[in-house]
């Protein structure tokens, strides 16, 4: 199996919630490893991030023969009675691995500010396909967040570059086929997205996943052999699929995405 790598992002608080690309851990079969990369100086600079406790330094390569524990923390535990339950709504198999989990799930806790995601590979044709859960539905208007529980997979997104934005000026929106506003995508992958639909405008999105959430009634779904109801995490609403490709531009080579060591 080649190198796998994902990219960690942390959210400031306050009120800018801006999104900073902090981490970068590479898995290969036989080790793993864990750098920051210079979005972590970024947020450190301007909004006073400070590193996780398992890496304390910035300026160092962290390499462990197991997952770290702030990553296995994020991946559910093969146990857990919910296991499959959980799968299925991260559109996943049964036996799909800490990679695959966390790459869809974004590995994110209650109690912290930190979400997982993976990095965009270019096929030789420019080509790339990557999946994210939507982002900001809940900001939505209400006409928006009612078309949303009418999705199904496999139903297509008109895809828009939002220019405007009032928090980060440049975003990448996600609509309905009748132009309701649904959400967005996440912020640390618009400018690669940006610039996929820049540079070859012929770039797509479907529906992947749509999981309901308790207060859409769905109180009738349980894990086998879980005694009670487990809910839907909001930030696993929708699961969007997104497909499109590049011609000169290389994912998540920007100064944000390198690392502070060889």
Not at 61 to 90: G, M, W
Request: net charge neutral; glycine share 6%.
């Amino acid at each position: 199996m080649s190198q796998r790598t994902l990219y960690m992002a942390w959210q400031a608080e306050g009120p800018s919630r801006a999104w900073f690309p902090v981490g970068r851990l590479d898995i290969e079969p036989e080790m793993h490893r864990f750098r920051y990369i210079r979005g972590a100086e970024k947020a450190r600079e301007q909004s006073g991030f400070w590193g996780l406790g398992e890496f304390p330094e910035l300026y160092r390569s962290y390499s462990s023969r197991q997952l770290f524990a702030t990553f296995q923390n994020r991946v559910i535990n093969p146990r857990r009675p919910d296991r499959e339950l959980y799968l299925k709504r991260l559109a996943l198999p049964t036996d799909a691995d800490p990679f695959e989990i966390m790459a869809v799930s974004g590995g994110k806790r209650v109690t912290d500010s930190y979400e997982v995601f993976p990095k965009l590979v270019k096929a030789q044709d420019g080509s790339f396909k990557c999946r994210f859960f939507l982002h900001g539905w809940q900001h939505t208007c209400l006409a928006a967040q009612d078309r949303l529980r009418q999705l199904n997979p496999g139903e297509e997104l008109y895809v828009a570059l939002e220019l405007t934005n009032p928090r980060t000026t440049v975003a990448v929106q996600l609509q309905s086929t009748d132009y309701q506003v649904l959400g967005w995508a996440p912020r640390y992958l618009v400018e690669d997205l940006s610039k996929a639909m820049i540079e070859v405008p012929k770039y797509r999105a479907q529906i992947a996943q749509v999981n309901a959430l308790a207060s859409d009634g769905d109180w009738g779904v349980q894990a086998q052999n879980y005694s009670h109801y487990v809910p839907t995490p909001p930030a696993w609403r929708v699961l969007v699929e997104m497909r499109g490709s590049w011609t000169k531009h290389v994912p998540m080579s920007g100064e944000d995405f390198q690392p502070l060591v060889d």
